[in-house]
């Protein structure tokens, strides 16, 4: 049974020592889950009794599709109107309590492991239905302007992770898999965000350096990940988000599952005029 990691905030004592592992790099920035602390939370418009650590958000000669935030909602929390911009798409995905989500209309009940594909435009709503001395709900939620593409249209949907089987990527006798909640072959998605799990001793045995800009939230498990050029340890909780073309690999350190929550622009052309 896989479990979710969601920070708790709070803050250390006075007498921590300051070494933590956060790297901010040409190529590509690690935040650990130690700085994941209450004074570096923001309060969302629209929102009620909810927190939010933004930890990716486009920068300028750095990756700039995509914008990823934990949230964390009180119980009775939540908000009528969530997107705030028409043309953003987003997925969430709940890593902790309990959340009912309104989806154009029908109401979903969604637990550890959930997950929805907001589209563009979509009528959304969400609400932590915990009682007041209940569990707080935390969730991945990762927004990306829509690319339109004529022919296709992406529809919303919800669905779990403990519902998708993991694809064995090939030759690895299921030690590296993929959990993929939209078909990659689908043009009218135009970013994935799907779960990556390794077995102890998984690897990837090459430096990928291609186009798509990662977010890669570690839900479970510990690994050492090769980033540019640096071996980077990383386990449950910390958040790695890289440039396109950052080369990348890792091996999984085990003793138990190595997984996370991966994002990645697909799909659509290169623009080089700035015109549809």
Avoid at 56 to 72: H, N
Avoid at 90 to 106: N, S
Avoid at 139 to 157: C, D, H, M, N, V
Wanted: glycine content about 10%; charged content about 20%.
């Amino acid at each position: 049974m896989s479990t979710y990691f969601s920070p708790e905030g709070g803050m250390p004592p006075q007498t921590q020592l300051l070494t933590d592992r956060a790297v901010v790099k040409e190529a590509y920035t690690v935040i650990p889950k130690g700085v994941l602390r209450d004074i570096v939370t923001s309060n969302l418009p629209g929102w009620e009794k909810t927190r939010s650590w933004i930890i990716a958000r486009p920068i300028a000669g750095f990756a700039t599709t995509f914008s990823q935030l934990i949230v964390e909602v009180s119980p009775g929390g939540g908000s009528e109107k969530p997107e705030a911009e028409a043309g953003v798409e987003g997925v969430i995905f709940l890593t902790k309590g309990e959340l009912a989500l309104t989806l154009d209309g029908e109401i979903h009940r969604l637990e550890a492991g959930g997950y929805a594909y907001l589209a563009a435009g979509a009528d959304w709503k969400v609400r932590n239905p915990a009682p007041a001395d209940g569990e707080a709900a935390s969730f991945q939620w990762i927004r990306k302007a829509y690319e339109p593409l004529e022919g296709f249209t992406a529809k919303s949907f919800v669905t779990r992770d403990q519902e998708v089987e993991p694809r064995p990527m090939p030759g690895t006798n299921g030690a590296w898999a993929t959990t993929r909640f939209v078909d990659p072959d689908d043009l009218a998605h135009d970013m994935h965000v799907n779960i990556v799990t390794f077995q102890p001793g998984g690897t990837i045995p090459f430096a990928e350096t291609h186009v798509m800009e990662h977010g890669l939230f570690v839900l479970e498990g510990k690994a050492v990940y090769r980033l540019n050029d640096d071996w980077v340890e990383v386990e449950a909780g910390d958040f790695m988000w890289l440039r396109a073309f950052c080369p990348q690999a890792c091996y999984a350190g085990g003793p138990g599952p190595f997984r996370y929550l991966l994002y990645k622009d697909v799909n659509r052309q290169i623009r080089l005029t700035g015109q549809s």
